[in-house]
């Protein structure tokens, strides 16, 4: 069973002005496939060969680790945006407000932490083992997952995701991630 790089849930043009459809030519029609081809080369002959990402994600280590840790990360991101935006329902909300004081103060948290992540990483909203929210960064490829914790939302914060649109600013880009936010996406990850 091969890897395959997933279809995008909505057209690359429409995440702009937030994300421009040349940022998702590089981000998802490069990065993200050379993600999968490499996954696929490293498997093929392999225990792993029939194994699904998770199953090799909890099981491996060093490059096999990094290319399918970043597909699943990737299909996450892109499926934690939406060109729709909105905002969190009702339960969303007092889930967020019980876990963080406000919706605005989970924003301040999770912008802070995915600004501040050091180097290539991630931001992460994660409903942690013993229920409870949390705001997590992880490096390079980590994932919640190998943590024990359920990804609700991430935001990307390797500079491939932003450098073509906002240059090194990243507090920018993530000032235009909240506009792409798919709360719909986040909330059925919450009640999973």
């Not at 490293?42 to 998770?54: H, R």
């Not at 729709?84 to 948290?109: I, M, R």
């Not at 290539?120 to 997952?145: E, F, H, Q, Y």
Request: glycine residues 8%.
């Amino acid at each position: 069973m091969a890897f395959s790089l997933p279809d995008l849930p909505y057209a690359k043009g429409a995440l702009a002005p937030h994300m421009s459809e040349e940022t998702l030519d590089f981000h998802y029609g490069k990065h993200h496939k050379t993600y999968v081809d490499k996954a696929n080369g490293l498997v093929e002959g392999t225990d792993f060969a029939n194994a699904s990402l998770e199953e090799v994600i909890m099981n491996s280590e060093g490059g096999l680790f990094n290319n399918v840790a970043q597909i699943w990360n990737h299909t996450f991101f892109w499926n934690s945006l939406t060109p729709n935006g909105g905002a969190p329902s009702a339960t969303l909300q007092g889930e967020l407000e019980k876990a963080f004081g406000s919706v605005d103060a989970f924003k301040e948290k999770f912008t802070n932490t995915a600004i501040n992540t050091f180097g290539s990483g991630w931001a992460w909203l994660v409903k942690t083992a013993d229920g409870g929210l949390d705001v997590v960064s992880t490096s390079n490829a980590g994932t919640p997952m190998t943590s024990g914790q359920s990804a609700l939302l991430t935001c990307d914060v390797w500079e491939h995701a932003y450098y073509i649109d906002y240059r090194n600013a990243r507090p920018k880009y993530l000032e235009a991630f909240w506009a792409l936010v798919n709360w719909d996406f986040v909330e059925q990850n919450l009640n999973a």
